[in-house]
């Protein structure tokens, strides 16, 4: 600031604080000393520069040359709130309001005071004060109505705010205030008018749409929410929490490009904020971005090491590319943290089994059937260990014995339905399992193949093409359901169908182990 400025500045505040200081208890005093002038000028100069403990020293030194000074009171009680000591600060005010009962200010302040301890009905009392005083002062009507609502008094609030409307039926805030009050009170459509009237009269309040926001969330219209939220972000760019909340309501109408713009840009403003990472993993994984999830995951667990859901999901999801090792790492990380836990050990267990670790795999199973022995998924799981050790007899005693702990387990249901078909075996028993599979999850592509292989199995081609053909549709990208359809084909003597369904399968042939071969074969010999 030029000094010249500063000067002329320091001198008005000088006559400032000489006026205003001049009346205490009714009293007009002119015997101020330079001292006194001295002090509060430094004072004004440190708080200025938010030099607090600064600022306090000489305002304390200016009162005592008149300690009766309510004015000088309400300043260094205002200082106090700048500097958090609230105790201090309600102290002072109630000494400045004890010596001038009637002095507005420091009424004011200390009924702030009291409302940011909860103290809502000493709050309420000096504003009912104030309003008597000055019956024409909107502000006290919003401020009482606050704490009329704060102490869940709404209908008072609600009337307060009345007042407040009719004095003055263009008041912003008035508006505003009584647009919140009924989001309070869950009346969402009288919010969403009164929250109107309000950016019509201020188009920039950026809260007001906020909260209209929130009102046609609760009132289930997630365009209009999307609306509001978008205009407040015009306006407040930086508002972290509405871009979550809009992001989800992106989310909610299929809008994932829009989301995950939104988080990326709340992520890059504050990249310490763990909840946006954990939304943007979320959406990674819901859309089979697993890499993605990676990257936002590591960075929570950078900050919660020990954040054991965090690190369950990034186990889970480096199983599913193929990191096995560093799977390992993370489950080892939470065996530690959750020792005996099922809910870590069975995918533990099933990360073994994709590494193709059979051994560690039954070991972490059984490790469960210790703690929990009645626990059907630990025996399903251990029937895939025994399947895949060709261990056949204890993988159709341990799937049986799933179907015996809970006979709705749609994955044993399936399973054994399908092991008995493969082999030829209880084809009518394997096709009642495999129904009763299909009620329980009538959109699963796998169970419908395993349907239409029984039929297969039982020669009910025409059956079994309906059903494998529907699995296609679900799952068209697997290997072994177009197997099954160009196997179907072939019996229906559709050699054609059966050849592009087979070269189809080929694609994808990586994903089953011996696949591929078993294809070229079965090509092979329809073309001899």
Not at 130 to 140: A, E, G, V
Not at 372 to 382: Q, T
Request: glycine share 4%; with cysteine.
């Amino acid at each position: 600031m030029n000094l010249k400025i500063k000067k002329y500045i320091l001198l008005i505040l000088i006559a400032l604080f000489a006026e205003s200081c001049s009346v205490s208890k009714g009293v007009v005093k002119s015997d101020y000393s330079k001292e006194s002038n001295y002090h509060y000028i430094l004072a004004v100069e440190a708080e200025y520069s938010q030099n607090w403990n600064e600022a306090l020293k000489h305002l304390e030194l200016t009162l005592k040359e008149d300690p009766d000074s309510v004015y000088l009171m309400t300043e260094i009680s205002e200082l106090y709130m700048k500097m958090n000591r609230i105790d201090d600060a309600v102290r002072t005010s109630e000494e400045a309001v004890r010596r001038s009962p009637d002095y507005e200010p420091a009424l004011s302040i200390l009924a702030y005071l009291y409302s940011s301890q909860r103290k809502f009905q000493k709050a309420i009392s000096i504003y009912e004060k104030l309003i008597k005083t000055n019956p024409d002062k909107i502000q006290n009507y919003i401020h009482l109505a606050y704490q009329y609502s704060m102490n869940n008094e709404f209908n008072k609030a609600l009337a307060s705010l009345k007042k407040a409307i009719a004095l003055d039926p263009e008041n912003v805030m008035a508006r505003y205030s009584m647009g919140r009050l009924y989001v309070e009170t869950k009346e969402y459509n009288k919010a969403v008018e009164e929250l109107q009237k309000t950016v019509e009269l201020n188009p920039s309040f950026w809260d007001a749409y906020n909260l209209m926001g929130l009102a046609y969330e609760s009132l289930g219209d997630a365009d209009k929410a999307i609306s509001s939220y978008e205009e407040s972000i015009k306006m407040n760019f930086h508002n972290a929490e509405i871009k979550k909340r809009l992001s989800v309501l992106y989310l909610k109408k299929e809008k994932i490009n829009e989301a995950v713009g939104l988080l990326n840009e709340t992520s890059k403003a504050d990249p310490g904020d763990l909840e946006v990472h954990g939304m943007l993993a979320k959406i990674y994984v819901d859309n089979r971005l697993y890499e993605e999830a990676e990257r936002e995951l590591n960075v929570i667990i950078s900050a919660q090491p020990k954040n054991a859901t965090v690190l369950l999901t990034l186990g889970k999801i480096l199983a599913f590319l193929q990191k096995y090792d560093e799977a390992v790492k993370q489950f080892e990380k939470l065996e530690e943290l959750l020792p005996e836990n099922p809910d870590v050990l069975i995918p533990f267990g099933q990360l073994y089994l994709q590494k193709k670790d059979y051994d560690r795999a039954e070991e972490k199973f059984r490790q469960v059937l210790t703690l929990h022995p009645e626990n059907d998924e630990v025996f399903f799981n251990l029937a895939v260990v025994y399947e895949k050790t060709q261990r056949f007899s204890e993988m159709f005693s341990c799937l049986k014995k799933t179907l015996d702990i809970n006979p709705d387990n749609v994955q044993a249901l399936n399973y054994l339905g399908y092991s008995y078909a493969e082999r030829g075996l209880n084809l009518d028993e394997a096709l009642g399992l495999i129904q009763k599979a299909v009620k329980l999850d009538p959109e699963s592509g796998y169970i419908r193949d395993s349907l239409g292989w029984v039929y297969f199995k039982k020669g009910m081609y025409t059956e079994a093409l309906i059903e494998i053909k529907k699995a296609a549709e679900t799952d068209g990208n697997d290997p072994v359901i177009l197997e099954h359809l160009g196997d179907v084909y072939l019996k229906l003597d559709n050699k054609d169908a059966a050849q592009e369904a087979w070269k189809k399968s080929l694609e994808f042939s990586e994903k089953e182990e011996g696949l591929k071969e078993r294809i070229e074969k079965k090509i092979k010999d329809l073309k001899q």
